[in-house]
């Protein structure tokens, strides 16, 4: 068998990483966004007789849970650079 761990693998630099994780991020915050716009429209349209919070709020939560996530993976990234 082959042995696939990472002591095998070239080393990839941190400005890789660093670009990899922002563009995951900015493609995440996008689908999130979007999901969270589509849901807050659907909200409005069943239930709210077309008021525009139901979207504003439904479009920050899938905002805020993107952002979330991208400070959890740059911060891995920060504190895996500093050991």
Known sequence: MVDTTSSSSPA???E?????NLN??????LVKGV?????????TLLFF???IWPVWLGTGFGVGMAY????????????????
């Open 12 to 14: 990839v630099a941190p």
């Open 16 to 20: 890789d990483r660093l670009s990899e």
């Open 24 to 29: 995951r991020c900015l493609s995440n915050a």
């Open 35 to 43: 999901g969270g716009l589509v849901i807050g429209s659907v909200v």
């Open 49 to 51: 007789r077309r008021r």
């Open 68 to 83: 979330r996530g991208c400070e959890k993976e740059l911060n891995e990234i920060k504190f895996d650079n500093q050991k």
